[in-house]
């Protein structure tokens, strides 16, 4: 079946270092989802890519999609206690089902401050 | 606040029990989703629902069961519980729009703990 794989699974670093989750799909994806769940909290959706090779920016976080719609990543510029939590990729296969999302295991982030 | 919610917050039951855990999706919402989360399995996909149907099933096992309501609120009901059923359970919910991938809102989840 389908697998999601993050790397790393835990991450710390002190607050200002820059931070780079790798997700990468064992079969093509039509879309890439990004979720945030702070500690003790919930999923909370970040962004969606859908084109090959897209970019986009929200603040300090910016989110890649590969050009085999593949594999994607999320770089946090200059991290912040705030941006604490796990932070998950989730995707449908292509060509499947739009509504069955196999999510990775997350990336653990931590900072100290 | 997601607009989804989830009772109870918290459950603890016996081995061979059952429960059932209870979502509202947010006002407007047609599609619910269920997930477990366990610290080693990460975020499952149990089953989806939309108005009413089922719609797409993930890696729900036989004891587990889900239905939708007339009114959208969604029940997902564990038998024959096991420790290893221990875990939170979280609903999401989206509009339900066709042929799209649409954003899911994560409800804040039932910690279940089987003893």
């Known amino acids: 079946g389908q697998q999601v794989m993050q790397i790393p699974q835990y991450q710390h670093v002190q607050e200002g270092e820059d931070f780079t989750t790798y997700c990468n799909s064992s079969?093509?994806?039509?879309?890439i989802q990004w979720y945030k769940q702070r500690p003790g909290g919930h999923p909370v959706f970040l962004i969606q890519?859908?084109?090959?090779?897209e970019v986009k920016k929200q603040k300090r976080l910016t989110f890649q999609f590969g050009e085999a719609k593949k594999n994607s990543s999320l770089h946090i510029t200059a991290t912040q206690t705030t941006d604490v939590g796990t932070y998950f990729c989730?995707?449908?296969?292509?060509?499947?089902?739009?509504?069955?999302?196999?999510f990775g295991k997350g990336t653990l982030l931590t900072v100290n401050p | 606040d997601s607009g989804v919610t989830q009772t109870p917050k918290h459950l603890i039951t016996a081995t061979g029990q059952r429960v059932t855990l209870r979502c509202s999706p947010r006002?407007?919402?047609?599609?619910v989703y269920w997930y477990q989360q366990s610290l080693d399995q990460g975020l499952q996909f149990l089953i989806q629902?939309?108005?009413?149907?089922?719609?797409a099933k993930g890696n729900i096992l036989e004891r587990f069961s889900a239905q939708q309501f007339p009114d959208l609120h969604s029940e997902l009901n564990l038998s024959s519980l096991e420790l290893g059923d221990s875990a939170l359970y979280f609903c999401?919910?989206?509009?339900?729009?066709?042929?799209?991938?649409?954003?899911?809102?994560f409800g804040p989840g039932t910690r279940l703990l089987v003893l």
């Open positions: 079969t093509t994806l039509s879309n």
């Open positions: 629902y939309y108005n009413g149907e089922e719609r």
């Open positions: 006002s407007g919402d047609l599609s």
């Open positions: 989730a995707g449908p296969r292509s060509g499947g089902s739009n509504y069955k999302l196999t």
């Open positions: 890519l859908v084109k090959s090779g």
């Open positions: 999401a919910s989206s509009a339900g729009l066709a042929g799209i991938q649409e954003t899911q809102y």
